[in-house]
Nanobody
Framework: QVQLVESGGGLVQAGGSLRLSCAAS????????MGWYRQAPGKQRELVAA???????NYADSVKGRFTISRDNAKNTVYLQMNVLKPEDTAVYYC?????????WGQGTQVTVSS
């Protein structure tokens, strides 16, 4: 079992920045992939960014060049640095971890970007 706890959401003006953190506990040594999804009202949950244990990262086209995902394996923590935020980035952001074929989710943290 893996437990994920997110922090760092909040309200920011367009053009501003936020950094999300997600700390993993439990069987976190076996995590091979961590990432962030988001879900806006009335929309499906979508992948924002993901990073494997070796450090390779993938991003949604909508956030490339603005968001950066990073991982501190020693702290079992993944970060999402979000810059040049836009109102369309407003959503609940969920931390995600995968152990082999099992997925784990955090409780979500709200990010609101005002115009």
């Amino acid at each position: 079992q893996v437990q994920l706890v997110e922090s760092g959401g909040g309200l920011v003006q367009a053009g501003g920045s936020l950094r999300l953190s997600c700390a993993a506990s439990g069987s976190s040594f076996s995590i091979n992939l961590m990432g962030w999804y988001r879900q806006a009202p009335g929309k499906q949950r979508e992948l924002v960014a993901a990073i494997i244990s070796g450090g390779h990262a993938n991003y949604a086209d909508s956030v490339k060049g603005r968001f950066t995902i990073s991982r501190d394996n020693a702290k079992n923590t993944v970060y999402l640095q979000m810059n040049v935020l836009k109102p369309e980035d407003t959503a609940v952001y969920y931390c995600y971890a995968r152990v082999l074929t099992t997925s784990y989710w955090g409780q979500g943290t709200q990010v609101t970007v005002s115009s």
